[in-house]
């Protein structure tokens, strides 16, 4: 017996493949059918394994029990020419195989399966953030029809007001991912480049500690991105930074409709930097809306464009997302959201935009019927005593008790709306 | 005049046989892993001219189930076979014994 195992595991190809080749077939059946009617992958292949295993052993244990058959010997790889190929083809494979672009197709169609033509799933934004930084790490090429096709189904779910929770990371990793793309301009590109980097620094120095405006360093700033424009030579790549970031500083001077024309054209060039494009299509979309679907539509992009990482050289305009929302939440009626969206943003409020913010937030209090907590708020307005209009708000607050009606009026009559005070400033 | 035997030429003398065993055994693993992971790539070829998600589910169920039972027969062929060397080899030390 112990002469035929010798025999089975050293000499005996054939037998032993067979009995591998059964023991296969026995343990996958088991396996796949148990993993079928919902048992765990893992219980399954660990129930696999055992059938066979078991079979192997049985098979092993029938081999030596003919005691007395001849052994055919018979090796199954015999040819060294067949082996020698094989590990020729697995090099060759490995050598020529371009792994990065299969990869790179791999996540292209994971993303364009995750983006279809109808609304995003609920899990689609996770796993677009997933792929987007899986990419961004590896370094992968994805199309720019791709990542426009992203870009849109993530707009479109803001717009819906879907999935918002999950959506401003994936809107964050779509962006970075632009962002860490490389641009190979041409001569005239490289000069093109050169502006922007002199715009960049005058519009750092414009957005004095994000609570006012240097205008003529600002203004010099659009001059230098105007410059980069013409000098991008066709290049869509620095064409659309360079509209971008002159977009960032005209909202900066409150020239929101200019502004959202160069986001619109740097979409059109396939940019995929949302955070202005979204923020001023949200901002323009709120000061011209006419009905309240535009008003819904708004308060989408501006819940994505307040939820976004904003880049270094739009960091301050965060606060124009934080204050418009807040406005077309007061206008739809939802007092609660706007008092819960305005609130947090007032400590870090431009002087200009403070006193507009807190006629907002006790409008938004007397409106919900908590008028203590908006006589707080018109008190503290009143405290700063940086604008000469808080006194007599405070007056009128603290009169609504005695008409509630009339008072509302007035206050209302007396309230400069937050977007015209960003037109303003 | 007889020719002097080393202890590594003795060893593997002995054990020989089933180290090429085992090497035809991987070399026939190696094989299937290499059809495993043609198949593969011919799954994202699918993918990529967006072949019904259900089919490519199922063929990946299949696959998968394929690796883990060649992965999983080949362990065991190594943990068999260490097993049948030792009790061979303590067979033989009992025989050179009596």
Same mark, same amino acid.
């Given at each position: 017996m112990i002469r035929r195992l010798h025999y089975f595991l050293?000499?005996?190809?054939?037998?032993?493949?067979?009995?591998?080749?059964?023991?296969?077939?026995?343990?996958?059946?088991?396996?796949?059918?148990?993993?079928?009617?919902?048992?765990?992958?893992?219980?399954?292949?660990?129930?696999?394994?055992?059938?066979?295993?078991?079979?192997?052993?049985?098979?092993?244990?029938?081999?030596?029990? !003919?005691?007395?058959?001849?052994?055919? @010997?018979?090796?199954?790889?015999?040819?060294?020419?067949?082996?020698?190929?094989?590990?020729?083809?697995?090099?060759?494979?490995?050598?020529?195989?371009?792994?990065?672009?299969?990869?790179?197709?791999?996540?292209?169609?994971?993303?364009?399966?995750?983006?279809?033509?109808?609304?995003? $799933?609920?899990?689609?934004?996770?796993?677009?953030?997933?792929?987007?930084?899986?990419? #961004?790490?590896?370094?992968?090429?994805?199309?720019?029809?791709?990542?426009?096709?992203?870009?849109?189904? @993530? !707009?479109?779910?803001?717009?819906?007001?879907?999935?918002?929770?999950?959506?401003?990371?994936?809107?964050?990793?779509?962006?970075?991912?632009?962002?860490?793309?490389?641009?190979?301009?041409?001569?005239?590109?490289?000069?093109?480049?050169?502006?922007?980097?002199?715009?960049?620094?005058? =519009?750092?120095?414009?957005?004095?500690?994000?609570? =006012?405006?240097?205008?003529?360093?600002?203004?010099?700033?659009?001059?230098?991105? $105007?410059? =980069?424009?013409?000098?991008?030579?066709?290049?869509?790549?620095? #064409?659309?930074?360079?509209?971008?970031?002159?977009?960032?500083?005209?909202?900066?001077?409150?020239?929101?409709?200019?502004?959202?024309?160069?986001?619109?054209? =740097?979409?059109?060039?396939?940019?995929?930097?949302?955070?202005?494009?979204?923020?001023?299509?949200?901002?323009?979309?709120?000061?011209?809306?006419?009905?309240?679907?535009?008003?819904?539509?708004?308060?989408?992009?501006? !819940?994505?464009?307040? !939820?976004?990482?904003?880049?270094?050289?739009?960091?301050?305009?965060?606060?124009?997302?934080?204050?418009?929302?807040?406005?077309?939440? %007061?206008?739809?009626? #939802?007092?609660?959201?706007?008092?819960?969206?305005?609130?947090?943003?007032?400590?870090?409020?431009?002087?200009?935009?403070?006193?507009?913010?807190?006629?907002?937030?006790?409008?938004? %209090?007397?409106?919900?019927?908590?008028?203590?907590?908006?006589?707080? @708020?018109?008190?503290?307005?009143a405290a700063r005593g940086d604008d000469p209009r808080s006194?007599?708000?405070?007056?009128?607050?603290?009169?609504?008790?005695?008409?509630?009606?009339? $008072?509302?009026?007035?206050?209302?009559?007396?309230?400069?709306?937050?977007?015209?005070?960003?037109?303003?400033? | 005049?007889?020719?002097?035997?080393?202890?590594?030429?003795? &060893?593997?003398?002995?054990?020989?046989?089933?180290?090429?065993?085992?090497?035809?055994?991987?070399?026939?693993?190696?094989?299937?892993?290499?059809?495993?992971?043609?198949?593969?790539?011919?799954?994202?070829?699918?993918? &990529?001219?967006?072949?019904?998600?259900?089919? &490519?589910?199922? &063929?990946?169920?299949?696959?998968?189930?394929?690796?883990?039972?060649?992965?999983?027969?080949?362990?065991?062929?190594?943990?068999?076979?260490s097993i049948a060397v030792a009790i061979t080899a303590h067979?033989?030390?009992?025989?050179?014994?009596?």
């Open positions: 050293a000499i005996d190809d054939a037998a032993r493949q067979r009995a591998a080749l059964l023991s296969a077939g026995a343990g996958l059946i088991p396996g796949m059918l148990l993993q079928w009617y919902g048992e765990p992958f893992d219980v399954s292949a660990y129930f696999s394994l055992a059938v066979a295993s078991a079979v192997f052993t049985l098979r092993i244990w029938l081999y030596c029990r !003919k005691a007395n058959s001849r052994v055919s @010997i018979k090796p199954v790889v015999g040819g060294r020419a067949f082996k020698s190929a094989a590990v020729a083809a697995a090099v060759f494979i490995l050598c020529v195989l371009p792994a990065p672009r299969v990869e790179a197709h791999v996540l292209d169609h994971r993303l364009r399966a995750l983006t279809p033509g109808a609304p995003l $799933t609920s899990d689609a934004p996770k796993k677009i953030t997933d792929t987007l930084e899986l990419a #961004q790490r590896l370094g992968l090429p994805v199309p720019s029809t791709t990542l426009v096709r992203v870009r849109n189904a @993530i !707009k479109g779910a803001a717009v819906n007001s879907s999935n918002l929770d999950e959506l401003p990371p994936a809107a964050d990793a779509l962006a970075s991912y632009g962002r860490s793309l490389e641009p190979h301009p041409t001569s005239r590109g490289a000069e093109a480049l050169e502006e922007m980097r002199l715009a960049g620094r005058l =519009a750092q120095d414009a957005a004095i500690g994000h609570r =006012a405006v240097d205008e003529a360093e600002a203004n010099a700033a659009v001059e230098a991105y $105007t410059r =980069a424009v013409d000098l991008s030579d066709g290049d869509h790549f620095i #064409q659309s930074r360079a509209l971008l970031a002159r977009a960032g500083v005209l909202a900066l001077l409150g020239r929101f409709d200019e502004a959202y024309t160069d986001a619109k054209r =740097a979409e059109a060039l396939d940019s995929t930097d949302l955070y202005p494009i979204v923020l001023l299509e949200g901002i323009v979309l709120a000061t011209h809306a006419k009905e309240p679907a535009d008003l819904r539509q708004a308060t989408g992009l501006l !819940k994505l464009a307040a !939820k976004m990482r904003a880049p270094s050289d739009l960091a301050s305009s965060q606060i124009m997302a934080v204050t418009t929302l807040a406005e077309v939440y %007061y206008d739809l009626g #939802q007092y609660k959201d706007s008092c819960a969206t305005a609130l947090p943003g007032l400590p870090s409020a431009p002087s200009l935009l403070r006193g507009a913010l807190y006629q907002l937030l006790s409008l938004c %209090y007397l409106r919900s019927g908590e008028y203590e907590q908006a006589l707080t @708020i018109a008190k503290a307005y006194t007599e708000w405070l007056e009128l607050v603290s009169n609504y008790p005695e008409d509630r009606s009339s $008072t509302l009026n007035l206050l209302e009559k007396k309230r400069e709306p937050l977007h015209l005070t960003l037109h303003r400033s | 005049m007889e020719r002097q035997i080393g202890f590594w030429q003795a &060893l593997w003398g002995v054990v020989r046989p089933d180290i090429l065993a085992q090497y035809r055994d991987t070399a026939i693993t190696l094989n299937l892993l290499l059809i495993i992971a043609m198949v593969q790539l011919g799954f994202f070829g699918l993918a &990529l001219i967006h072949t019904d998600r259900e089919l &490519l589910g199922v &063929l990946e169920f299949l696959h998968k189930w394929a690796t883990v039972v060649v992965f999983g027969v080949f362990l065991y062929t190594i943990v068999a076979r067979k033989r030390a009992e025989e050179s014994d009596t």
